[in-house]
């Protein structure tokens, strides 16, 4: 009895000292153990927000597609080609001078007024490292947040949007040629300057300038260099005749521009959605389902809006004026698309679907061409939308926001008319007379884009 007693002490000495070690070890182990779940937390969000601006920035590149169909369908037959054309090569522009010197300008070491003057840009330090095997670099990988090129990507398919607007607008008389070299103008220099005074924390964002995705910064951006455009290229042949009339040059094929439409208010849930800038907690995933919703809410509102006046404005229930309503109600919208009450989306979209219809109407009074109605939609309603960006939000001045919208508008205005006026007296920005009336399809490419169908020319004897 006495060794069993001996041997049952034993055995619990032996259990005591070994749950004492097992404590002291997890005691020992738990700081790492918590840094491993740090860690591991931080690259999950990593994976989340790298994710998120790969995708948000794919489906944004997929408005290039909407603003071709819009502006293909939106000009005559004989112009279709043309207009598919310039619209990749301005996607293709834009890639390129945003990354030899568009995003340093923009974002790397920006002063007040400007970022760096150096050429190109690559992945940082450490994630060239991890890709070449350096697997002790994930953790300053990881630490930045996301990816450096994926930051990149999202941040560039915005100029490539900026540039597609002025397309539209000057479109069925620029030369191609011409046209690109603006491109490269606004994509490498006027954008990427204006997005240093905000987005990259220069002056305007000291002062306390606030455009969540780009009412001013994109939109405005793009209708107030169509702007310029329009006016140093003027009128397409016969539009305004001489008796004051306006001709009517209603859209070659409806359905395309319809499609257009949707294409682009797809894309927009990445533009405005994607401008969160992460999605690695349920504080960001909240916010961005927020965004969603209202950026839906504010379109929705804009195209009903747009019918509603567009008959005592423009004398029918007009088609045209409610597809652009739509995209008034996003532009309106992306300034400030985290309103946690809802209702201020629809009130938001509902006015920028009536102000681009009275905006439509006033560039007609004025003799100012605009095909796709790109200036109302963009510039007027990007206007209307940085002044809403105040609504319900204290911490949103008017004042800033209106002196932002004033230097904004100067700058890119006059950069852009100087530009526009350059081109047009070396180079030469239109068309021939010629090739006007042919189509600058035949006259320009060589080909037709709807080759079935036989061409009836206009006759222009009466409009001049």
């Not at 598919?84 to 070491?109: D, H, P, T």
């Not at 397409?236 to 395309?256: A, E, M, Q, Y």
């Not at 533009?271 to 690695?280: E, I, K, T, Y």
């Not at 005592?312 to 007009?318: E, F, H, S």
Request: include cysteine; proline fraction near 3%.
């Amino acid at each position: 009895m006495d060794l069993i007693a001996q041997r049952g002490r034993s055995k619990s000495r032996t259990r005591i000292i070994a749950a004492g070690i097992l404590t002291l070890g997890l005691l020992l182990l738990r700081p790492t153990v918590a840094s491993a779940a740090e860690m591991a937390e931080g690259e999950v969000a990593f994976i989340l927000n790298t994710f998120s601006f790969l995708v948000w920035g794919a489906l944004v590149m997929w408005m290039c597609a909407g603003f071709t169909m819009l502006e293909s369908g939106a000009v005559r037959t004989k112009n279709s080609s043309m207009i598919c054309l310039k619209n990749i090569g301005i996607f293709s522009i834009a890639c390129l001078a945003y990354y030899v010197i568009g995003y340093n300008l923009m974002y790397v070491n920006v002063g007040d007024v400007i970022g760096s003057f150096q050429f190109f840009y690559s992945a940082s330090p450490a994630e060239i490292d991890l890709v070449g095997g350096q697997a002790g670099a994930v953790g300053d990988v990881v630490s930045n947040g996301y990816s450096v090129l994926s930051d990149w990507f999202f941040q560039m398919v915005f100029v490539a949007t900026t540039a597609s607007i002025v397309s539209g607008a000057i479109a069925e008389r620029a030369k191609m040629w011409p046209f690109f070299g603006f491109t490269l103008v606004l994509a490498a220099f006027i954008y990427p300057i204006v997005g240093a005074w905000t987005w990259g924390g220069g002056w305007l964002a000291e002062m306390g300038f606030s455009d969540f995705a780009g009412s001013t910064i994109v939109h405005s951006v793009g209708g107030w260099a169509a702007l310029a455009g329009v006016l140093v290229i003027g009128p397409r042949l016969g539009k305004f005749r001489k008796d004051g009339t306006v001709k009517p040059t209603p859209p070659s094929n409806v359905l395309v521009v319809t499609l257009g439409i949707f294409i682009l208010w797809l894309g927009w849930f990445g533009f405005n959605g994607g401008s969160q800038l992460a999605l690695g907690s349920a504080l960001d995933a909240v916010a961005m389902s927020t965004v969603l919703v209202n950026t839906n809410l504010a379109a929705c509102a804009g195209v009903l809006a747009a019918l509603a006046v567009s008959r005592p404005l423009l004398g029918r229930i007009d088609l045209f004026a409610g597809l652009n309503g739509a995209i008034a109600g996003l532009v309106s919208i992306t300034a400030a698309p985290t309103h946690s009450n809802l209702y201020w989306a629809v009130i938001i979209g509902a006015i920028g679907g009536i102000l681009c219809t009275l905006g439509i109407k006033t560039l007609e009074r004025l003799k100012v061409d605009d095909v796709v109605g790109a200036i109302p939609a963009h510039l007027v309603c990007g206007i209307w939308g940085t002044l809403a960006a105040t609504i319900d939000n204290p911490d949103v001045t008017f004042g800033v926001q209106l002196v932002g919208i004033i230097a904004v508008g100067a700058f890119v205005f006059a950069v852009a008319w100087l530009a526009w006026t350059l081109l047009d007296r070396t180079i030469g920005l239109r068309v021939s007379v010629q090739a006007e009336q042919m189509g600058q399809d035949v006259a320009e490419l060589g080909m037709e884009s709807y080759p079935e169908f036989v061409l009836m020319p206009e006759n222009f004897d009466d409009d001049e």
